[in-house]
């Protein structure tokens, strides 16, 4: 079982819908999350970053941390083509030198 | 905003050749990730460097080797290349005393034939 999972998809939606991207981890020691979306051909860009439960808000972007279930969301609110991408949560460790572990990413598609 | 810079965006090299790969990391991040990435496959770890020093190791062949220099600058050298090496190749920095977020370049896109 990998550290991180990450449902793959792909997701399909109509523009204006909300989208809800999910991680699930499963060592307790994990701390820091993020976020990334990542277009073809191009490198992960960092969406969202948060080190405590609950919600943080950025834009059209909310990104919710549970550690309690070690579970954690990204949301999109109004969903434009441009943001059919893959989506990857990443997770890492406080202190000393930074592992990250990537979920698998999801491929999201916003039709117009 | 300065972003990570990596060199060249693609490269194409025959089997048993060898590359480099280069990252210039955001100013003032002292911590550089290597990635590499397949087709459709989440971002791979190789090798972290922080403060020149090499930090923890991934999935990294040992034809492959990296290093930090002193302006933090980093380079990947692969050698006796394998049709299998062709990917995405992602440098990312970050800043360690602060636990802050890694920052990914663009990529080197390496294809061995």
């Known amino acids: 079982q990998k550290e991180v999972e990450q449902d793959p998809g792909p997701l399909s939606v109509p523009e204006g819908a909300i989208v809800s991207l999910n991680c699930t981890y499963s060592n307790s020691a994990f701390q820091y999350f993020m976020w990334y979306r990542q277009y073809s051909r191009k490198g992960p860009e960092l969406l969202m970053y948060t080190y405590s439960s609950g919600n943080k808000e950025d834009g059209r972007f909310t990104a919710q941390v549970d550690k309690s279930s070690k579970y954690i969301s990204l949301f999109i609110r109004d969903s434009q083509p441009s943001d059919s991408a893959t989506y990857l949560c990443?997770?890492?460790?406080?202190?000393?030198?930074?592992?990250?572990?990537f979920g698998t990413g999801t491929k999201l598609q916003v039709i117009p | 905003a300065a972003g990570v810079i990596q060199s060249p965006r693609h490269l194409i090299k025959e089997k048993r050749e060898t590359a480099t790969l280069k990252c210039y990391p955001i100013p003032r991040h002292d911590t550089v990730y290597w990635y590499q990435q397949g087709p459709g496959q989440d971002p791979q770890f190789l090798i972290s460097f922080y403060e020149k020093m090499q930090s923890d190791k991934g999935s990294i062949p040992d034809r492959f080797s990296a290093q930090q220099f002193s302006d933090y600058h980093s380079e990947l050298n692969m050698s006796s290349l394998e049709l299998g090496d062709s990917a995405l190749y992602f440098c990312a920095s970050s800043s360690q005393g602060v636990n802050s977020p890694l920052h990914f370049g663009n990529g080197t896109r390496l294809t061995v034939t």
């Open positions: 990443a997770i890492f460790n406080s202190g000393g030198y930074q592992k990250v572990t």
